[in-house]
């Protein structure tokens, strides 16, 4: 009787013959991989895969064991570095990540989107006419967060308990009538959203606020949800950045896709400009672009209007 071929599995094959083609995206050994078992006829000794760092992965009899010497992987692109799913102790990070998506999301009622920061008053003078007066407004309307605002932020995230002075501050360092109000109308639609939202009432938020402006609000507000400071701050420059935009387009200045464009471009320039000014404390408190506050004062003097300020 001809001999017959024995048909053999891919893994087989490779295995035995030594001519035989290795499948592709071979494991790199010491991490936990096994060598291919040999035949039960091969009197052959198997061989234990080299370990990493002097440890040893050990390999008997085609059982898997991992040995506690071997080192731990890089965390995979996406994932975060303190967060890694094969630790079963590190499953829970300092703040969720869907709270800060919930945040960030236009949807959030933060009562942002009711408000330009000036830019349709300069935009009806004529000051603001295309896309490069545009960024340079976006520009100096950064500087001025960063100077006149973000010490309040970061002031009530350091120390809520004195909520009260800094709003009371606040409202004295804004003497622009219509910046204050839209501070005050902020503050408090935004305060009212977290505890509504999140069926939570602050106490050291419900004392008596004269005028919940929106920067000390804010920064107390991210310290209660436990938000990490860092992250907090390049929220607030997120906020701002994205209401300007967001404007721009109701406007028709520019288009949904170009305020896109433009929003990813400007936020290396308002990471430049939140490095340079997280330090900042309340006795530095300055106004770095005059103009800016006298075309957010002019906005009750437009004939029509489509935002508060």
Same mark, same amino acid.
């Given at each position: 009787?001809? +001999?017959?071929?024995?048909?053999?599995?891919?893994?087989?094959?490779?295995?035995?013959? $030594?001519?035989? !083609?290795?499948?592709? &995206?071979?494991?790199?050994?010491?991490?936990?991989?096994?060598?291919?078992?040999?035949?039960?006829?091969?009197? /052959?000794? @198997?061989?234990?895969?080299?370990?990493?760092?002097? &440890?040893?992965?050990?390999?008997?009899?085609?059982?898997?064991?991992?040995?506690? +010497?071997?080192? $731990?992987?890089?965390?995979?692109? &996406?994932?975060?570095?303190?967060?890694?799913? #094969? #630790?079963?102790?590190?499953?829970?990070?300092?703040?969720?990540?869907?709270?800060?998506?919930?945040?960030?999301?236009?949807?959030?009622?933060?009562?942002?989107?009711?408000? =330009?920061?000036?830019?349709?008053?300069?935009?009806?003078?004529?000051?603001?006419?295309? !896309?490069?007066?545009?960024?340079?407004?976006?520009?100096?309307?950064?500087?001025?967060?960063?100077?006149?605002?973000?010490?309040?932020?970061?002031?009530?995230?350091?120390?809520?308990?004195?909520?009260?002075?800094?709003?009371?501050?606040?409202?004295?360092?804004?003497?622009?009538?219509?910046?204050?109000?839209? =501070?005050?109308?902020?503050?408090?639609?935004?305060?009212?959203?977290?505890?509504?939202?999140?069926? =939570?009432?602050?106490?050291?938020? +419900?004392?008596?606020?004269?005028?919940?402006?929106?920067?000390?609000?804010?920064?107390? @507000?991210?310290?209660?949800?436990?938000?990490?400071?860092?992250?907090?701050?390049?929220?607030?420059?997120?906020?701002?950045? /994205?209401?300007?935009?967001?404007?721009?387009?109701?406007?028709?200045?520019? &288009?949904?896709?170009?305020?896109?464009? @433009?929003?990813?471009?400007?936020?290396? $320039?308002?990471?430049?400009?939140? #490095? /340079?000014?997280?330090?900042?404390?309340?006795?530095?408190?300055?106004?770095? =672009?005059?103009?800016? #506050?006298?075309?957010?004062?002019?906005?009750?003097?437009?004939?029509?209007?489509?935002?508060?300020?």
């Amino acid at each position: 009787m001809a +001999n017959r071929k024995r048909k053999m599995s891919p893994l087989t094959s490779a295995a035995t013959n $030594k001519t035989a !083609r290795p499948l592709p &995206g071979p494991l790199p050994r010491g991490e936990g991989e096994t060598v291919a078992a040999p035949r039960r006829n091969d009197n /052959r000794r @198997l061989k234990k895969a080299p370990a990493v760092n002097g &440890g040893g992965a050990g390999v008997a009899n085609g059982d898997h064991r991992v040995s506690k +010497n071997t080192a $731990k992987l890089p965390p995979l692109p &996406g994932e975060r570095a303190w967060v890694r799913a #094969d #630790d079963p102790t590190n499953l829970v990070s300092p703040v969720s990540d869907w709270l800060l998506w919930q945040l960030a999301d236009s949807a959030f009622p933060t009562g942002g989107f009711a408000h =330009s920061l000036g830019l349709e008053a300069a935009w009806q003078h004529g000051e603001v006419r295309n !896309r490069t007066e545009l960024v340079s407004f976006i520009e100096a309307g950064l500087h001025q967060l960063g100077h006149a605002a973000l010490p309040f932020v970061t002031a009530a995230f350091d120390e809520p308990e004195k909520l009260g002075e800094f709003d009371q501050l606040c409202g004295v360092f804004t003497t622009n009538h219509v910046a204050n109000r839209a =501070s005050r109308a902020q503050g408090r639609a935004f305060l009212s959203a977290v505890e509504r939202i999140f069926n =939570s009432e602050f106490g050291i938020l +419900n004392s008596e606020l004269s005028c919940a402006h929106y920067a000390p609000v804010f920064g107390a @507000l991210m310290r209660e949800l436990a938000v990490p400071r860092q992250t907090a701050l390049r929220l607030f420059f997120f906020y701002q950045l /994205r209401g300007v935009l967001a404007a721009a387009v109701r406007l028709n200045i520019i &288009g949904p896709m170009e305020a896109q464009m @433009l929003q990813q471009r400007a936020s290396v $320039k308002a990471e430049e400009i939140l #490095d /340079r000014c997280q330090t900042l404390t309340l006795d530095d408190l300055a106004q770095t =672009s005059p103009l800016l #506050d006298l075309w957010q004062g002019a906005q009750d003097r437009l004939y029509s209007r489509l935002f508060q300020s």
